[in-house]
């Protein structure tokens, strides 16, 4: 492609292309970020996105291009993405008017990548995805892993009515807290593929202190952290995850299927997340 015919709308497509849809090996987790996690009545919060490792990362602009749902779940549900504005770091504004909480949800389309071999399956060990990593193993010579992938990142917004904490929001995969996140020292998530249990998948979780007035830290401006804790969920698709310290927490699992598009990829992953505030 020649860039001196490139069009500058085009410039800036492909300039939000890379920056929303980093790849796994390169970018790691995907997560919502709120400017607060407990709001009062009418009080305004804003939300964006962040794509990075050990819970640090880079903010991530708004697509209209690479959204399949952003929506937030209330006592009915909103659509978010109606107001959300390309090119935008804060990709919504919300202000809750009760107190029952909300549950915000984003779901993204298939990015196709291609990563070398090494490189590929040093990320299928480092995300336990132990099935591809055994199809890969058993072939005769060694590929470049061609995947595409997708991201599915929910945060909680703290309040009263479990049953808006606990509802799926039918994700491709989704991880579900079976309790009101934050108010206990664990927290039992169940993992559903296309509202199935996901059994034997590997959720990591991380933690960050908040800053100021319980408000995040900037997350291109702290520091990256370590796993805080890993399990892979039982038959039933569920994971206990111990959360005994106050902060902001991030749980992910990625899953991986074979392509059910062969021409663009061998494999085909979903990162699915979940953010919130532990209180005690």
């Known amino acids: 492609m020649n860039a001196r015919r490139i069009r500058p709308s085009l410039w800036i497509a492909l300039a939000l292309f890379g920056a929303v849809c980093a790849s796994p090996a390169g970018a790691h987790q995907f997560w919502l970020t709120p400017t607060g996690y407990t709001l009062g009545v009418g009080q305004t919060v804003a939300i964006g996105a962040a794509a990075g490792t050990g819970f640090r990362g880079e903010r991530k602009p708004w697509s209209p291009a690479h959204s399949v749902r952003f929506v937030a779940r209330t006592s009915r549900t909103i659509d978010l993405a109606r107001a959300a504005s390309p090119g935008d770091f804060q990709w919504a504004r919300f202000a809750p008017s009760d107190e029952g909480g909300a549950m915000i949800g984003f779901e993204s389309t298939f990015t196709p990548i291609e990563l070398p071999s090494t490189a590929f399956d040093a990320y299928l060990e480092e995300e336990g995805l132990s099935v591809a990593r055994a199809a890969r193993a058993r072939a005769s010579r060694a590929t470049a892993g061609r995947e595409r992938y997708r991201r599915c990142a929910k945060v909680w917004l703290s309040g009263r009515d479990g049953a808006r904490a606990t509802a799926a929001l039918g994700f491709p995969v989704e991880i579900v807290p079976q309790g009101i996140p934050g108010t206990t020292a664990s927290l039992s998530v169940a993992v559903l593929r296309e509202g199935r249990p996901l059994s034997g998948a590997l959720v990591k ?32 698709g569920l994971a206990w995850v111990p959360v005994r310290t106050a902060g902001e927490w991030l749980v992910s699992v990625v899953d991986m299927v074979p392509s059910r598009v062969q021409a663009e990829a061998d494999w085909e992953s979903t990162w699915a997340s979940l953010t919130f505030e532990q209180t005690r």
């Open 205 to 236: 979780a991380w933690r960050f202190s908040l800053g100021a007035g319980n408000a995040p830290v900037d997350v291109s401006a702290r520091d990256s952290v370590a796993v805080t804790w890993q399990g892979r969920t039982d038959a039933r």
